[in-house]
């Protein structure tokens, strides 16, 4: 076998947590030769009866294979598991989780060490991981090149889906993504504890607000069609000013409840903030006009963010 068999490619993998465990297990699963280390010996050594190389440390496993795969704790781990080490002509592929400021910075140090680089975000949690149908994918950024050489050994784990050659950028999905997330988890803790207490059991509200939330969905492209062409006025259904006054009653209730509206009231006042701001100029305007306040002055403005 050699590295130009693509389906069958050899790699390494730094970090056998639970994610990289799964991740080495789907590789090996596919007949991937796969060699491993983990700064925790014993969590590596595991890997062991089903196929895996353990190598006694990270110059060892980065020597195995030109495709090199990071999933460690974190971005300084990157550096003190890579220092000194030769990278020249590896192929980096960093499934660590990071900020796209920490993927550019590292895309820029492995290139000075004569190593292409692509940074990732892992959409899926370990049990996701070559799991049919679980609808696990990964974000990807940086050399296309790199991409394109390694993405059937890529995608054995996870549905690979390149967003650019910016290293940031695949982090950057990765946050945006999870970032609504933990604003739907918020809103959905605070439609809970309104009810708490008072003889509406969870799981009748459950599929209540499953049924809203997915018809609320249209936000989602609404605001982006409403931010691209800066109109927020055409076609309001439920403008602005309504909202505002109509947002005294989210707090009246939960205050009436016992509920702190810490989880919603940021938001709430984004709105208000706008309102206020030029009453005639933004009353009619679909709530989406608020989010341009959350690019504060002193950030630098990005073309096709908030600004």
Not at 58 to 71: G, N, R
Request: aromatic share 6%; net charge negative; charged share 20%.
């Amino acid at each position: 076998m050699t590295d130009t068999h693509v389906t069958k490619r050899p790699l390494t993998l730094l970090g056998t947590g639970d994610m990289g465990t799964a991740l080495a297990r789907t590789w090996l699963a596919a007949g991937h030769p796969l060699t491993v280390w983990n700064r925790t010996a014993a969590k590596a050594a595991a890997l062991a009866p089903e196929g895996a190389a353990v190598a006694a440390g990270p110059a060892e496993a980065v020597a195995a294979h030109t495709l090199v795969v990071l999933c460690l704790l974190d971005d300084a781990s990157i550096g003190a598991a890579l220092e000194g080490i030769d990278l020249t002509g590896k192929d980096i592929v960093n499934l660590t989780t990071g900020t796209p400021a920490e993927g550019r910075t590292r895309a820029a140090w492995a290139e000075e060490r004569g190593a292409r680089f692509v940074d990732a975000g892992i959409m899926a949690t370990p049990d996701m991981i070559g799991a049919p149908g679980s609808g696990a994918y990964v974000f990807y950024s940086g050399s296309r090149a790199l991409f394109d050489t390694h993405r059937a050994a890529l995608e054995v784990p996870a549905v690979a889906r390149f967003v650019g050659e910016d290293p940031g950028h695949a982090a950057l999905h990765d946050v945006a993504l999870l970032s609504a997330m933990y604003g739907m988890f918020a809103g959905v803790s605070h439609a809970y504890a309104l009810i708490e207490g008072e003889g509406i059991a969870p799981g009748d509200l459950a599929p209540l607000l499953s049924e809203w939330l997915g018809a609320m969905g249209f936000f989602v492209g609404n605001a982006a069609e409403r931010l691209s062409s800066r109109d927020f006025t055409g076609g309001v259904v439920s403008n602005l000013a309504m909202q505002v006054a109509s947002s005294g009653t989210l707090l009246r209730t939960a205050a009436g409840q016992g509920v702190s509206p810490e989880l919603i009231k940021p938001y709430l006042d984004l709105m208000r903030e706008r309102l206020e701001a030029d009453p005639a100029a933004h009353a009619g305007e679909d709530t989406v006009g608020a989010l341009t306040l959350l690019r504060r002055q002193g950030l630098p403005a990005k073309a096709g963010l908030p600004g």
